[in-house]
């Protein structure tokens, strides 16, 4: 080869808009022929380039893209990933009067269930002389209300009563102070 047909490194950095260490690192790759030190033969230059172009265009539709369709990805799926948390979060949600309800009738239940043990069980205490006895006869009654609460199903309360408190209203307003007289303190032991 002469060094007619060949230019100078330089020549092949303009023409193909690259660095010259660019061209030098293609050509260490072994993608662009050297003919000569800083020399190089145009046309074939020009041809592996372009070749080499291609290659890497075709490559990045298959899958070994540039930057910007990595984070195209990247983004497409922290989206994705997004949408599946707010999906999530909506079907976890629970709104809270339906809370405050729930409770207000299981806390509703509770007191009924232990105001009544005393009117229960005063009958069956009043005959009983033995300590041991009347623990006994407590202890069976405070189990049966609490096996009873446990297996409260404020779903099955809800949709009976719902029927019956649209029917039932109050007549005097409360407006959130205590109605009736105040208890007496109860004296144990004395």
């Not at 020549?11 to 660095?19: A, F, M, Y």
């Not at 592996?48 to 930057?67: C, M, P, Q, T």
């Not at 189990?143 to 809800?158: A, F, G, I, R, V």
Request: contains cysteine; hydrophobic residues 35%; proline residues 4%.
């Amino acid at each position: 080869m002469s060094a007619n047909n060949t230019v100078p490194l330089e020549t092949i950095s303009r023409l193909l808009d690259v660095s010259p260490r660019r061209v030098n690192q293609l050509t260490k790759e072994g993608i662009l022929p050297k003919t000569e030190r800083g020399r190089y033969e145009l046309v074939p230059v020009v041809r592996a380039y372009i070749k080499f172009l291609r290659n890497k265009a075709v490559n990045s539709d298959v899958g070994e893209g540039d930057y910007s369709s990595f984070r195209t990805k990247k983004m497409k799926a922290d989206s994705e990933l997004a949408e599946m948390e707010v999906r999530k979060a909506l079907n976890n949600f629970i709104d809270k009067d339906l809370i405050l309800k729930g409770w207000t009738e299981i806390v509703g239940a509770m007191k009924s269930k232990l105001i009544a043990i005393p009117s229960i069980i005063a009958p069956q205490l009043a005959v009983e002389a033995e300590v041991g006895t009347i623990r006994q006869i407590l202890s069976n009654q405070i189990n049966e209300c609490l096996e009873e609460l446990s297996n409260y199903d404020p779903k099955q309360l809800t949709s009976s009563n719902d029927t019956n408190n649209a029917e039932l209203k109050s007549t005097t307003k409360t407006n959130g102070k205590q109605v009736g007289r105040p208890r007496k303190a109860t004296i144990i032991g004395g």
